[in-house]
Structures are given as structure tokens and as C-alpha cells.
């Protein structure tokens, strides 16, 4: 009997103390009390708002709920959430998509229109019609396409459906199994079904809604919206391989407790990694049509207890929301760690930033750098309180990846760095003609709650190809500050996202001027784009561009004749250079000496003729970097009337020959020529060669003949490298040579019938001045002992014999002494040889 109940007294123990423990772990604490708000330098420290909603889906089994064996419901499938529109009427000037899997940023489209209702910033790249970004599943094969979103304003959503009793519009759900008869089965099918279509062509859309319904609708397609932020995989003929498709604007847990993200990681170990989850969609976009019209998309997603404790935390849950307005470029963010434990946490988040910018142009541009090693296609842009306005070159970022001795991020700035160095103004990724950047929340000047910045890759650097390196992912990260979160209380950041076109007048606005970046020859690219955009008033930028180059060549005129004068006047005195030459043959620094005595004695300045070169340089480099960087230029086309070159910052693109000509000419990035013929380099290389031809004089020897002809061979070699050039810059080419060959022309029947120089001046008996050139007796005397002054040439002679010309530059140059002739030059005494 003692021994029973000594067994019933133990088990019962056992059973007490294990019934304690299991009721601690599983029973849900008493609710406490939120403290009061606190600011900590991560932000916010505020009290949570515990209230959820979860949809009806299936468990996770992996994570159980705070307190109790309930497991966490998430969703299994994610869902695309749309904000702004495509719908010229709404107001709004960007199609935003987000994807609740991450719950970050997939798509965002620019559909600002113009006066006459057509997209301001369509893509260049694309002539076909656009039906609307679907997100469908590129890798998925089946009997269509599944329709995962459809954006307010788009073909798609407003397609006719022809058979009654249906709405108009395409839905979430639908799968698209033919288009005007043509079946397709997947995303690469329905890509090559639209692209033989054009803007504002109608198709039929055969449609299968539900398990057996099909229907039929007509959608009259637009042209394609710029879509700035995309997946890599989206890119079309840009997509290249290496470059990752990431959702932009992830959120996840940057430190809790005493562990953090390690170096070159993107989570913590052992956390189960928030960017992988598929998040709560708290409800549809709320329209805000009370005041503004602005619309807003909230997200939310937990970590259970069980979830964290192998991270080496407690309970939370993290919020995020996006706000829209019309008219705006800009999307304002609000992130939120809530505290779910009892106790207090010390926590981070990490915000990774935009990737997938637009890659227009990458094959052809030169997008301009302040840095010397150059830039890429992106770039991260960002600008300190201590260091100003900086760029991190995505090319270099790709080099730095590939050195295994150096980290693959590149630092910014870190927690030790001082506190000007970590006072942000903005940070994002910069094209050419467009900027996607973090910036501080209306009425903050600055983002100064972040601890680390980093310039990262969203690709495999080991994959991409070398001649595609400069169309490399770029993106960065921030680490907030570290912040002690109460129980029941949360973290929280607000900021904005400024996704828009380089504008001055709006990159003035959001502080972002430093952006746009001229380089060299700032000035006259400045006063060249104003002046463009004046005369683009008489109807477009290819005429503005013909009556510039008239107005530059004009002015210059006088300049232009003065240097056909100089010329004449070079074949004059070539046979005495010629002379000279023959004389000093042995003899270098005599040469030079007596060439220079002969162009002082005649008053000649052979650099006087460069002049006019000199002037245009400033004028050429400024146009280039005005068709680089000036926004209203990019998708300028030559005339409404035709589709080519439609885009004067860009090749003219006459015929596409990619898809037969030998890759090592034709490549995106890989061939010397690109994918497109383009006939305006070809009309401007034979402009130059007709101008070398017509004015180039005859040559006097092999020596010459040999100089001109590797001339005309290095014009035809220029051709190659010039060949992407932009089609503006090549109009501007080809009026000035046009107007050259006129110039030249008309020039030379203006020019003096009679000799530049007497032939006194020229045998050095007297100086361009009349004065004595030499000799015992002070030079040619007549019969009476009288010095000869020999008429001063010159274009319009006056009284005395000098022009203001000569007397000024009389004054300016004044005469030197002839040069020794060899017999008279000192030689060194040689050395004697001591015995």
C-alpha cells in the first residue's frame, strides 16, 4: 500500500508540474496596459493596434499562433492589388501593381497624358499594341493564359464582352485561350499573337471564365505605357540573363533581440523570411473620394511565437500600406513592427529598395556620370548632409561582386558613421531619363532614422554576360535603428517613393535636382535646351533642331568666312613652307624656326582658321548632352506622320535587320551596329566625305596625298562608332554640313582675286608691315635710295594702307626678330681631351 501510494503521489506531482508548465507556454497572458508613445531613433515607438483579419484559408502548419496551439492561417495563393489607373479621365499619372506575396512593389506604369490624350512617356522600344499587364505566369503551360490582375483604365478592363448578360471587362481569373482565332497557350504565345498589332487595333479575346464558361470580348488596344519598375523577366527584348526578378520595397525583420542579418544576407538565419510569405490584404484599395480621390492598399503578416523564438524573439507582426494620390509621382509608404510578446524586443527592420528600373536604351545610350569609371543603364543615387550628391555606378557594383578578395555590397554608410553621414535626403536607383528614390515624408527634410545604407545587385553577377554588364539589376537596402519595443507597442517609418520623369521643375520640387547631371559643357547644353524647346513651338523638336543649327551657323558666319580666307591664303604661302622644308631637311629646329619667321613676316596665324571648330565643340558636346538627359526630347519624334524615328534621343531605327544579320554586328550590347539600320549616320558620314572631297585641297605630294586619303578612311571608320548616335544629333549634323557646303561656296566667290602677299614679303625683304626685313641697306630701295613699302593685302584696304585688322594685330603679335640661319647659330665649343 506504501508503495502505491508513494507512485500515485509522484505520478501526480509530475503530472501537476508538467500541467504548470504546458498552462505557461499556451495560456494567453492577461492583456497589459500599452505604455505611452515613445520616439526612439528608428522611428516610432507607438501602441499597437491588436485587431486582425484574417481570410478563410488553409493552415500553415509550420507556425502556431502567440499563446495558444492555433495555428497561423496565411494565405496559400498571393493577390495582385492595383493602385492609380491607366483612365485619362481618373486623374492619376502612375498604374502601381503590388503583389501580397512580400507584399512589395511589381510593376509600376507612367500614364501621363498628353494634351491630345496619348501617353506623354510611352515605351520607345515597342510598336505593338499593349492590352495591359496581366501578371500572368510566364513558365506556366496549360489550355491559356490566366489573367492575375486587370489595371483600372486598361484594354483588358475595358474590353466589350459580346455575349450578353456579361460585364465588360476582363477579371482576375479569367484564362485567355485565343486571340482573333489564334490560340494560345501561354505568356509567350500571347505576346507573339499582339505583335503584329498595332495601337488602336481591335481584337477578340476568346475568354473562359469559370470551370466551362467561355465568352468573347472585343478590346481596342493602346499604345504600351513606360512600365519604369518590372520584373526582370518581363523585359522583353532587355531581358537579360543573370538579372533576378525581385519585387521592389520588400520588408522583412533587420535585428531582434541580439541577432541580425549577417553581411551579404538579405534575413536572418533561421527566420522564417517575411519577402517569401504570402501576406494579409487587409481589404480591397479604399478610395479616400472625400477629399482627394487618393487611394490606399494596406498589408499585414505575422510571426508566431515559434516562428521568432528560432530567430531568438518573441511574437510580431508587421504592417505596411501605400497611398496613391492623383496627379502625384509620388507613393507614400507607411512600414510598422508590432510587438506581440509580453516583454520588450529589440527590433529592426530592413527596407530594400527599388529594383527592375526601366532599361531603355541601354544598348545605345551613354547615360552621363560624375564618376570617371562611368555608369550603367541604374545607378544608385543618394545625397548626405556630409558628402552631398553621390552616384554608385551599377557597373561597378557588378565588378565589385565579381572581386572575391572585397565584399559584394558596397557600404554607404553604417551605425558608426557620423550623424551627418547617415542624414539622408534621398536614395534610390537612376536611368537616364528617370529616377525611382526613397524620400522623406512631407515636411521632413530628411531620412535620419536609418542606421545602415547599402548598394546591392538583385542579380548573379557570375551570369551576366560581359558585353550586357552595363544592363545589370541595381538596387540597395536600409537598416532602421534599433529601437526597444514595448509589449504592445510598435516601430513604426513613414516616407515616400518618387517614381518620375527628369523634369526640372519637379526633380526642383522633391530636392532631386542634382539628378540631372549635364557633366562638361553644362552651360551651353542648358541654354541649347531652352532654346530648343522655344522653337519646338513651330511644331516639333526635328524642325527646332534644323532652325538651331541654322541660327548657330549663321552667327558664326563671319567666323566661318575669315577661316576660308585663312585657308586661301595657307595655299599661298605652301610652296615657301615647302621650301623651307627642302632646305632644313636635317635640320628640325631650324625648320620649325623659319616657318615661324615666314608666318610672322607675312602676318599669317594658321591656329586663326581652328577658330570656328573650337566654337562649335562647345555647341556639339552641349546638344549631345541635351538629347542625353532632357526629357522632352526623349520620345520626340521626327514627324507625326511616320513611325520612324520616333525618338529623337534614339537611333532613327529605319529597318530591324536582327533577326538575320550575324550577332557580332547586330547584338544589343554585342555587336558594333545594333539590332536596327539606321540611314541618317549613313547620310551624315557621306556629307563628311562630299566636304573633305570639295574643299580639301589638292595635295602637293605623296606625303599629303597619303594624309588625305587615311583621312577618309578614318571618317568611314568614325561611321562604326557612330552609328547609335542619336537621330537628333545626326539632323543637327546634317544641316551644319549642308549649311558648310553652302557656306564654302558662297564663300569662295567672295574671296579676293589678288595675292595675300607681294612677292617682297614673301622673299623677306620687307614684313607684312611695310618695315625693313633685313639686309645692310634696310631693304628694297628705290632709284632715289627710298625704302619700298609694298601694298598691305587686306580685304578692304584704307587709306594709309592698314586695315583696323592689321593694326590690331600689330599690336597683339608683335614682330620678333628673324630667326638665325644655321651658318650664324653659336655652336658648343667641343671638349678637349686632357692628357
Known sequence: MDRRFTSFLLASTAFFLIYMSLRTMFVPPQPVVPPPEADVAAGSVEPSDVAKSTPETNENPDSTAEGTDEPIVRPEEPQWVTLGSMD????????????????????????????????????????????????????????????????????????????????????????????DGVTVSNLAGLQDALEETKPDDVVTLDVVRG????????????????????????????QIPGNLSRLSSLLTVGKVGRREISPGQRTIDALN???????????????????????????????????????GGHAIALRRSYTLHPGSFVLDMDVQIDN????????????????????????????????????????????????????????????????????????????????????????GVDAQYFTVAYLPKEGEESLNT????????????????????????????LDSGVADVPAGSSLKQSLRLFAGPKQPELFTQYGLDDCIYYGWFSWPAKVLGKLLHLLSGVGNYALAIFLLTVIVRGAMFPLSRKAAVNAQRMQELAPELKKISEKYKDDMEGRVRAQRELQQRVGFNPMSGCLPMFLQLPIFIGLYRTLSVDIELRQAAFASWTSWASNLAAPDMLYYWGDW?????????TGWLGPYFNILPVIVMGLFLAQQKLFMPPATDEQTAMTQKMMSYMTLVMGLFFFRVPAGLC????????????????????????????????????????????????????????????????????EGGNTWADRLRQKMNPEEPAAPLPRDRKRPKPNKKRN
Do not use: C
Open 273 to 311: 523570411d517575411p519577402t517569401g510569405l504570402v501576406w494579409n490584404v487587409d481589404d480591397a484599395p479604399a478610395t479616400d473620394a472625400a477629399h482627394d480621390g487618393s487611394q490606399t492598399a494596406s498589408f499585414n503578416v505575422e510571426l508566431s511565437e515559434n516562428e521568432m523564438q528560432a530567430a
Open 731 to 798: 539632323i543637327y549634323f546634317i544641316t551644319s554640313s549642308l549649311w558648310g557646303i553652302g557656306e564654302r561656296i558662297l564663300v569662295k566667290k567672295t574671296l579676293p582675286k589678288t595675292p595675300h602677299f607681294d612677292k617682297a614679303v614673301l622673299e623677306g625683304k620687307v614684313n607684312h608691315r611695310g618695315q625693313n626685313g633685313g639686309g645692310k641697306n634696310g631693304g628694297d630701295q628705290d632709284s632715289g635710295g627710298n625704302v619700298v613699302t609694298p601694298r598691305k593685302p587686306s580685304d578692304s584696304p584704307t
Open 661 to 669: 544579320m550575324w550577332d557580332y554586328m547586330s547584338g544589343r550590347g
Open 88 to 179: 485619362p479621365t481618373s486623374g492619376h499619372v502612375l498604374l502601381v501593381t503590388l503583389n501580397s506575396r512580400g507584399a512589395g512593389i511589381e510593376r509600376i506604369e507612367v500614364t501621363k497624358r498628353k494634351e491630345n490624350g496619348r501617353l506623354k512617356y510611352r515605351r520607345v522600344d515597342v510598336r505593338s499594341g499593349y492590352l495591359g499587364y496581366l501578371a500572368a505566369d510566364p513558365t506556366a503551360t496549360s489550355t491559356g493564359v490566366v489573367v492575375n490582375v486587370v489595371g483600372p483604365g486598361t484594354p483588358a478592363a475595358n474590353a466589350i464582352a459580346k455575349s450578353g448578360g456579361v460585364a465588360n471587362g476582363l477579371q482576375p481569373g479569367d484564362e485567355i485561350v485565343a486571340i
Open 450 to 477: 536609418f542606421r545602415r545604407a547599402i548598394a546591392s545587385l538583385a542579380a548573379s553577377p557570375s551570369e551576366i554576360p560581359k558585353n550586357k554588364e552595363r544592363a545589370v539589376n541595381t538596387t540597395f537596402y
Open 340 to 427: 506581440r510578446s509580453d516583454e520588450t524586443q529589440q527590433l529592426a527592420y530592413r527596407l530594400e529598395g527599388i529594383n527592375g528600373v526601366t532599361l531603355e536604351g541601354w544598348w545605345y545610350s551613354n547615360k552621363i556620370s560624375p564618376n570617371w569609371g562611368g555608369s550603367a543603364a541604374r545607378d544608385v543615387v543618394y545625397r548626405t548632409k556630409a558628402e552631398g550628391h553621390e552616384l554608385v555606378s551599377g557597373y561597378g557594383l557588378l565588378k565589385r561582386a565579381r572581386n572575391e578578395s572585397v565584399p559584394d555590397d558596397q557600404n554607404l554608410f553604417a551605425p558608426d558613421s557620423q550623424a551627418p553621414e547617415r542624414d539622408l535626403s534621398y536614395i
Open 211 to 238: 470551370e466551362d464558361k467561355q465568352i468573347q470580348f472585343d478590346a481596342t488596344l493602346t499604345e504600351h505605357p513606360l512600365d519604369l519598375v518590372r520584373l526582370a523577366d518581363t523585359a522583353g527584348e532587355d
